[in-house]
């Protein structure tokens, strides 16, 4: 067990014996292991019988006045760290200065609040699997956005449609069925879409103080959405100073070369006995990419010419952005045992392209979110011993977020410009007691008030005549969400066994306003659904858990599922109820060679899934592990199929998309996308079953291995359809060195994954995964894009010479349609780190990921991932 170092200066010589005793000043600093100072430690200093408390600054400093000329013990705990102590003899001394070095803590330490809606416990002891990002982790993680500080978790993949965008997966699950939480707080509206999304990236990094994900369901303490996993971003919180005022701050500074970005994090706390405040600004830059090899794997160029993306760039094109935001906070007490929490902020993108439709995949002449903005911000109350309850908590929250957007397929062809807003109200509260100091009871519920505003205008760029058409969610929709839960927790047999079960019950509305000039009609749809969730503990041993936990998820269709009409990453998508009105009927897949099951398109209903897990989780001071199987039964399943429709529907006009072309097959396809229009319905049942593991273990004082693994696969029962985008078996190791004292440390990580070798119809469509590709696609970016860039000229293909018709004969030889791949190839990625401390107050560190250079793809991007790439990070504390 490694031992805290202390030394310990004494300032000011001896007082004149015969002068009466004075109030005594101890300041002092709190150090790692590594030399770096530790901010928010708690120091508590006893003299006889009078004790005072302290909080470290953003420096890792500390000062308390007025204390007793006597002998004295300091003690400072933090987190991830072993408490150290410390005496001090302040009889003869007027004041003094102590130091405490810290040792780095057992594995045994990590806390998590997630599982039990804000409760402390150790992810040990929890039926729930659990990661934790703290935040030095991700100070020495490669990101750009925040979601990629995630691709180190167990069974996490983070897929980018575009730079400025990352969605977790969660066990093949994302977006709509992944729940989303800022400081508890939902962060998921209605118009989330069933793909990748891109709002977690909206997020700042700075503001973070750790990101704990809970894996598999848990819609009885978070509500519908929660199928897949919960992701909760926890913020740095400002602390009461427990006297006098104190002010601290940091400025980063960080820039990389595969993209080459620069940017700036500013931050800076004020603390007194009466209020806390923290508040920062940061903005970056991001230019466009370099992929590994400087080989765009998915370019329109190969897909479409089959030449290599080189012959044109090797940055990848407009995946440039640009970010800027702000951000406050406070805490207030405002009485015995209750205070009073503020939190808001701004953030913007701007300059956004989505990379998979332009050159990078489809090979429009433009595609853009722009811009992109977050506006969130709630008031907490919280207060302890009220009536029965030992803490409650109430917030009242406002989420809004703006996404709009620009697409353009040629130079001549029209412009259509999409604005998308929706503003969030929040009203939550909950409350805990311990019931015979065996039961922890949380009680509480939720409601959220959704407000949608959209337009959609398509603009003629030769005469800049302005038409309005529908939206791809109406204007005026509301989208309403209520909820009441209870959990209770229990030890029994001497606390060798915990039991955990809760219920819920969820209530939700939407509503579309009648619209006639666009041919929206007036739609309103109500939905309720009861859920349970129960979870065990066994302690076998001091050392090892056994865990097992039953429970159903589920997720109520949303606005997007409801009333969305446009152009996705699955093919231009028609709601359910206008599918349903021109008597389409659900495809046997999302696929372009679907046929029809003849059975109906009908209106959505909720989806829900049965969760099984098993597992053994390990703890000593030296090693923490854990392996975990699961068996996710999912049933009425929302999915997307192509529609099929038994009579012709050429020259029908959905939200003013024309139906211009129908095969015999029943399939119709719009002008502005090759693909058939797809819609949503309920599957009857799906299956996703998996392993995960991982592993951590201090091999030395100065050595800390670990590694992760997973496994997921999901099929539909009936059909054997493989699910949309399910992860391929991944992993990663790492190796960190830390000397003690030195301030300085060092680690090598290796991230891998197999190929994915099981795509649905819909991934082999997909421009992200598949990329297949017609004669007819094949022709449109031949005469259209390709020629406007100088590629083809006098009708034939630079590069090669040949005319339109070798080129697709090829690429397709006697086929209809062939895609470019038909696996996502897997992949072995190098990354080596280091950081020291160059002063008490400036850090520096460096980040190189993909040493070797490798040209890969995290399955469903729509880009590839960095070449090698350095990031260098500094930070400077005041």
């Given at each position: 067990m490694?031992q805290?170092?202390?030394?310990?200066v004494?300032?000011?010589?001896p007082?004149?014996?015969?002068?009466?005793p004075a109030?005594?000043a101890?300041?002092?600093?709190?150090e790692d292991?590594?030399g770096?100072?530790v901010?928010?430690?708690?120091v508590?200093v006893?003299?006889a019988?009078?004790?005072?408390?302290?909080?470290?600054?953003?420096?890792?400093?500390?000062?308390?006045?007025?204390?007793?000329?006597?002998?004295c013990s300091?003690?400072?705990?933090a987190?991830l760290?072993?408490a150290?102590?410390v005496?001090?003899?302040?009889?003869?001394r007027g004041?003094?200065?102590?130091?405490?070095?810290?040792?780095?803590?057992?594995l045994t330490?990590?806390?998590t609040v997630?599982?039990?809606?804000?409760?402390?416990?150790r992810?040990?002891d929890?039926?729930?699997?659990?990661?934790?990002?703290?935040?030095?982790?991700?100070d020495t993680r490669?990101?750009?956005?925040l979601?990629q500080?995630?691709?180190?978790e167990?069974?996490?993949?983070?897929?980018?449609?575009?730079?400025a965008?990352?969605s977790?997966?969660?066990?093949?699950?994302?977006a709509?069925?992944?729940?989303?939480?800022?400081?508890?707080?939902?962060?998921?509206?209605?118009?989330?879409?069933?793909?990748?999304?891109?709002y977690?990236?909206?997020?700042?990094?700075s503001?973070?103080q750790?990101?704990e994900?809970v894996?598999?369901?848990a819609s009885?303490?978070?509500?519908?959405?929660?199928?897949?996993?919960?992701?909760n971003?926890?913020?740095l919180?400002?602390e009461?100073?427990?006297?006098g005022?104190?002010?601290?701050g940091s400025?980063?500074?960080?820039?990389g070369?595969a993209?080459r970005?620069i940017?700036?994090?500013?931050?800076?706390n004020?603390r007194?006995p009466?209020?806390?405040l923290r508040?920062g600004?940061?903005?970056?830059?991001?230019?466009?990419?370099?992929?590994?090899?400087?080989?765009d794997?998915?370019s329109?160029?190969?897909?479409?010419?089959?030449v290599s993306?080189?012959?044109?760039?090797?940055?990848l094109?407009?995946?440039g952005f640009d970010?800027?935001?702000?951000h406050?906070?406070?805490t207030?007490?405002?009485g015995?045992?209750?205070?009073?929490?503020?939190q808001?902020?701004?953030?913007?993108q701007?300059?956004?392209?989505?990379?998979?439709?332009i050159?990078?995949?489809?090979?429009?002449?433009?595609?853009?979110?722009?811009p992109?903005?977050?506006?969130?911000?709630?008031v907490r109350l919280?207060?302890?011993?009220?009536g029965?309850?030992?803490a409650?908590?109430a917030t009242?929250?406002?989420?809004?977020q703006q996404?709009?957007?620009?697409?353009?397929?040629?130079?001549d062809?029209?412009?259509?410009?999409?604005?998308?807003r929706?503003t969030?109200?929040g009203?939550?509260?909950?409350g805990?007691w311990?019931v015979?100091?065996?039961?922890?009871?949380?009680?509480?519920?939720?409601?959220?008030?959704?407000f949608?505003?959209?337009?959609?205008i398509?603009?003629d760029?030769?005469t800049?005549?302005?038409?309005?058409?529908?939206?791809?969610?109406p204007?005026?929709?509301?989208?309403?969400?209520?909820?009441?839960?209870?959990q209770?927790?229990v030890d029994?047999l001497?606390?060798r066994?915990?039991?955990r079960?809760g219920?819920r019950?969820?209530?939700?509305?939407?509503r579309?306003?009648?619209?006639?000039s666009?041919?929206?009609?007036?739609?309103?749809v109500?939905?309720?659904d009861?859920?349970?969730q129960t979870?065990?503990?066994?302690?076998?041993t001091?050392a090892l858990n056994?865990?097992?936990?039953?429970g159903r998820?589920?997720?109520a269709?949303?606005?997007?599922?409801?009333g969305a009409?446009?152009?996705s990453g699955?093919?231009?998508?028609?709601?359910p109820?206008a599918?349903?009105?021109v008597?389409?009927?659900?495809?046997?897949?999302?696929?372009?060679?679907?046929?029809?099951?003849?059975?109906?398109?009908?209106?959505l209903?909720?989806?829900?899934?049965?969760?099984f897990?098993?597992?053994?989780?390990?703890?000593t001071?030296?090693?923490?592990?854990s392996?975990l199987?699961?068996?996710?039964?999912?049933?009425?399943?929302?999915?997307r199929r192509?529609?099929?429709f038994?009579?012709?529907?050429v020259g029908?006009?959905?939200?003013?998309y024309?139906?211009i072309?129908?095969?015999e097959?029943?399939?119709a396809?719009i002008?502005?996308?090759?693909?058939?229009?797809?819609?949503?319905?309920?599957?009857?049942?799906a299956?996703?079953?998996?392993?995960e593991a991982?592993?951590?273990v201090r091999?030395?004082?100065?050595w800390l291995?670990?590694?992760?693994w997973?496994?997921?696969?999901g099929r539909e029962?009936?059909t054997?359809n493989v699910?949309?985008?399910?992860?391929?078996?991944?992993?990663?190791?790492?190796?960190k060195?830390e000397?003690?004292?030195?301030?300085?440390w060092a680690?090598g990580?290796?991230?891998?994954?197999?190929s994915?070798?099981r795509l649905s119809?819909?991934d082999?469509g997909d421009?992200?995964?598949g990329?297949?590709?017609t004669?007819?696609?094949?022709?449109?970016?031949?005469?259209?894009?390709a020629t406007d860039?100088?590629?083809v000229?006098?009708?034939?293909l630079v590069?090669?010479?040949?005319t339109?018709?070798a080129?697709q004969?090829?690429?397709?030889?006697?086929?209809?349609?062939v895609p470019l791949?038909?696996?996502t190839?897997?992949?072995?990625?190098l990354g080596l780190?280091a950081?020291?401390?160059?002063?008490?107050r400036l850090?520096?560190t460096?980040?190189a990921?993909?040493?070797?250079?490798?040209n890969?793809?995290?399955?469903?991007?729509?880009?590839?991932?960095?070449?090698v790439?350095v990031?260098i990070?500094?930070?400077?504390?005041?």
């Amino acid at each position: 067990m490694t031992q805290f170092l202390v030394l310990l200066v004494l300032g000011l010589g001896p007082q004149d014996a015969a002068s009466p005793p004075a109030a005594r000043a101890l300041a002092g600093i709190v150090e790692d292991p590594s030399g770096g100072t530790v901010a928010g430690a708690v120091v508590t200093v006893t003299c006889a019988d009078v004790s005072r408390r302290a909080r470290t600054d953003a420096i890792g400093q500390f000062r308390l006045e007025r204390l007793p000329a006597a002998r004295c013990s300091v003690d400072a705990t933090a987190e991830l760290l072993r408490a150290g102590r410390v005496e001090v003899d302040l009889t003869n001394r007027g004041s003094g200065f102590v130091r405490l070095v810290l040792s780095l803590a057992d594995l045994t330490s990590e806390v998590t609040v997630t599982p039990a809606r804000g409760e402390q416990e150790r992810t040990f002891d929890v039926p729930d699997a659990v990661s934790v990002a703290t935040r030095e982790e991700l100070d020495t993680r490669p990101l750009q956005i925040l979601p990629q500080a995630l691709r180190e978790e167990t069974s996490i993949l983070v897929q980018q449609t575009t730079t400025a965008q990352g969605s977790p997966f969660i066990r093949g699950f994302s977006a709509q069925r992944i729940v989303y939480l800022l400081d508890g707080v939902r962060f998921n509206t209605s118009t989330f879409r069933a793909g990748a999304t891109q709002y977690l990236g909206w997020i700042n990094p700075s503001l973070v103080q750790r990101i704990e994900v809970v894996r598999g369901p848990a819609s009885v303490q978070y509500g519908s959405d929660a199928l897949g996993g919960t992701v909760n971003v926890l913020s740095l919180r400002p602390e009461i100073s427990p006297s006098g005022t104190r002010t601290a701050g940091s400025l980063q500074l960080f820039g990389g070369s595969a993209d080459r970005s620069i940017g700036a994090d500013l931050l800076a706390n004020l603390r007194t006995p009466s209020l806390a405040l923290r508040g920062g600004i940061s903005t970056r830059r991001v230019g466009d990419l370099r992929p590994g090899r400087g080989e765009d794997s998915h370019s329109a160029l190969t897909r479409f010419l089959g030449v290599s993306s080189q012959e044109l760039y090797t940055r990848l094109p407009d995946t440039g952005f640009d970010q800027s935001g702000g951000h406050i906070a406070g805490t207030f007490p405002i009485g015995s045992g209750a205070h009073l929490e503020l939190q808001y902020g701004h953030e913007t993108q701007s300059n956004v392209s989505r990379y998979d439709r332009i050159i990078g995949g489809d090979g429009l002449f433009r595609s853009q979110f722009d811009p992109q903005r977050l506006d969130f911000g709630y008031v907490r109350l919280q207060r302890s011993q009220t009536g029965p309850f030992d803490a409650v908590q109430a917030t009242i929250s406002v989420n809004r977020q703006q996404d709009d957007r620009l697409e353009q397929r040629d130079p001549d062809t029209d412009i259509e410009r999409e604005t998308g807003r929706v503003t969030a109200l929040g009203y939550q509260a909950q409350g805990t007691w311990l019931v015979r100091g065996r039961h922890g009871v949380t009680v509480g519920g939720e409601l959220f008030d959704e407000f949608i505003g959209a337009s959609r205008i398509i603009e003629d760029p030769g005469t800049a005549s302005r038409r309005p058409e529908r939206p791809e969610i109406p204007d005026g929709s509301r989208y309403t969400s209520a909820g009441f839960f209870l959990q209770d927790s229990v030890d029994l047999l001497d606390g060798r066994l915990g039991l955990r079960g809760g219920v819920r019950a969820g209530y939700f509305s939407f509503r579309v306003p009648e619209d006639p000039s666009l041919g929206v009609t007036a739609d309103s749809v109500t939905m309720s659904d009861v859920t349970f969730q129960t979870g065990a503990v066994w302690r076998v041993t001091e050392a090892l858990n056994a865990t097992l936990s039953i429970g159903r998820g589920f997720r109520a269709a949303n606005a997007y599922d409801l009333g969305a009409i446009g152009i996705s990453g699955g093919g231009f998508e028609i709601a359910p109820t206008a599918a349903a009105r021109v008597g389409a009927l659900i495809g046997s897949d999302d696929g372009t060679d679907a046929v029809a099951t003849n059975a109906q398109v009908e209106p959505l209903g909720p989806e829900s899934s049965y969760a099984f897990e098993g597992g053994m989780k390990v703890r000593t001071s030296r090693l923490t592990a854990s392996v975990l199987v699961f068996d996710l039964e999912l049933v009425d399943i929302i999915q997307r199929r192509t529609a099929i429709f038994p009579t012709s529907v050429v020259g029908e006009t959905f939200a003013g998309y024309t139906v211009i072309r129908q095969d015999e097959a029943g399939r119709a396809i719009i002008a502005q996308d090759p693909r058939p229009l797809v819609t949503r319905v309920n599957v009857d049942r799906a299956r996703v079953v998996g392993v995960e593991a991982d592993l951590q273990v201090r091999l030395a004082p100065a050595w800390l291995a670990g590694g992760w693994w997973s496994l997921a696969n999901g099929r539909e029962i009936e059909t054997d359809n493989v699910l949309r985008r399910m992860p391929p078996p991944m992993g990663g190791l790492r190796l960190k060195w830390e000397p003690t004292n030195r301030g300085l440390w060092a680690e090598g990580t290796l991230t891998f994954a197999r190929s994915q070798t099981r795509l649905s119809g819909g991934d082999l469509g997909d421009a992200r995964i598949g990329a297949r590709r017609t004669a007819d696609d094949i022709a449109a970016f031949f005469t259209g894009t390709a020629t406007d860039l100088g590629l083809v000229r006098d009708d034939r293909l630079v590069a090669t010479g040949e005319t339109l018709a070798a080129v697709q004969a090829r690429l397709l030889g006697n086929a209809t349609a062939v895609p470019l791949y038909t696996t996502t190839p897997g992949f072995a990625v190098l990354g080596l780190r280091a950081g020291v401390r160059l002063t008490s107050r400036l850090d520096l560190t460096v980040i190189a990921e993909n040493v070797t250079d490798r040209n890969y793809r995290w399955h469903g991007s729509g880009v590839d991932a960095p070449g090698v790439n350095v990031q260098i990070r500094t930070q400077w504390r005041f």
